[in-house]
């Protein structure tokens, strides 16, 4: 399992613990910033029963979404309702969405204002069908000031949709660095942890999302909260200073390296940044980790030292001033210029 970029192409590579930046590109190429009125789009039909569901108060009713604009204007905004009739506001849809819900997809911020000030907070974590709650609708469009109420109301930061997002997720990947501000804010270093230490399903925390996209902002509204520079991924072991070797980001090396990141942390298969550095051919970044104290001689699984990957690079082996003695292709000796 060589970190290295060179050699035969292996079919295999795109699945290994090492298999590089591209692997995690590919799993987000696709997801621009979310259009989520494609997700509710159409006829909502009827509503389904909500006896699982936080608030018992909500039950059946024929809201669907292009009924939302006469219910705004109808509303009275009483939580108990006409007794004699359907009460909108304690509807959920057959996708699982209520009034919140909806007043967020159609960016009615007013009236999403009202109904924050009006229900309790566990309304406020209700998930859809898709597990969003009202804040990750807030975060995917983009809805800054909706966000900050939310989080001022109580709504959970910890609440993940089906692809083990949190809301916090979602903006560190688009970059929607006001969104992260209002999330974290008022949130104390302990309280906040559980959070960035959250993975979602493709073992990915928040920080790494950061990195991943480059967001150097977010990253730093980030460290200033705490986020564990050194945090793991769940399928390979990279930290965030792997992901940014492999991303080519001297700037985003630099930034790492300057707030203590461990410039010789291990994957699972114990390659370091300058394994992953090196295989890449990156001689900036190579003589970068190599200046922070990088230590050369460690091996991974493949029983490989950095200079092992060199690959006849002269900028790279000029970093490593050792001639080797070597017997059946293995270092026994390494004698000082």
């Known amino acids: 399992m060589s970190c290295g970029g060179g050699g035969k192409h292996d079919p295999l590579e795109e699945s290994r613990m090492d298999s590089g930046i591209d692997s995690y590109r590919s799993m987000y190429k696709s997801e621009e910033p979310r259009d989520v009125s494609s997700d509710f789009s159409g006829p909502r039909g009827k509503c389904v029963s909500v006896d699982e569901r936080v608030d018992s108060a909500y039950d059946s009713s024929s809201i669907t979404v292009e009924s939302l604009e006469d219910i705004v204007r109808s509303c009275t905004l009483d939580p108990e309702g006409p007794q004699e009739e359907e009460n909108p506001l304690t509807a959920i849809t057959e ?3 209520t009034i919140l819900h909806l007043a967020i997809i159609h960016e009615d911020e007013t009236f999403a204002q009202q109904l924050m000030d009006l ?26 000031e909706v966000v900050r109420s939310l989080v001022e109301h109580g709504a959970c930061l910890q609440l993940q949709d089906r692809d083990g997002n949190t809301a916090l997720h979602v903006a560190c990947q688009h970059g929607q660095t006001q969104c992260v501000s209002h999330m974290t804010r008022d949130m104390s270093p302990n309280k ?6 959250t993975h979602n399903w493709r073992g990915l925390a928040c920080l790494h999302l950061a990195v991943l996209y480059e967001h150097h902002e977010v990253l730093k509204l980030l460290r200033k909260k705490g986020a ?8 390979s072991g ?3 200073l792997h992901m940014a070797v492999e991303l080519h980001d001297v700037a985003l090396v630099k930034m790492l390296l300057s707030w203590g990141a461990n410039v010789d942390a291990l994957m699972f298969n114990s390659c370091t940044p300058l394994h992953l550095a090196v295989g890449r051919q990156d001689a900036a970044i190579a003589n970068l980790l ?15 030292t950095p200079l092992d990957l060199a690959d006849g690079n002269d900028d790279i082996l000029a970093l490593f001033p050792f001639d080797d003695i070597q017997i059946s292709g293995r270092s026994v000796v390494r004698v000082s210029y």
């Not at 906040?192 to 230490?197: F, M, N, Q, S, T």
């Open 228 to 235: 564990e520079l050194n945090i793991q991924d769940g399928t």
């Open 192 to 197: 906040l942890a559980p959070v960035l230490e």
């Open 119 to 144: 229900f309790p907070k566990e309304v406020l974590d209700i998930q859809n069908n898709l597990y969003q709650s009202p804040l990750h609708l807030a975060v995917y469009l983009d809805q800054t």
């Open 95 to 97: 996708d699982g969405d």
């Open 290 to 304: 190599c200046q922070s104290g990088a230590d050369k001689m460690l091996r991974n699984m493949e029983d490989e």
């Open 238 to 240: 990279k930290t965030p």
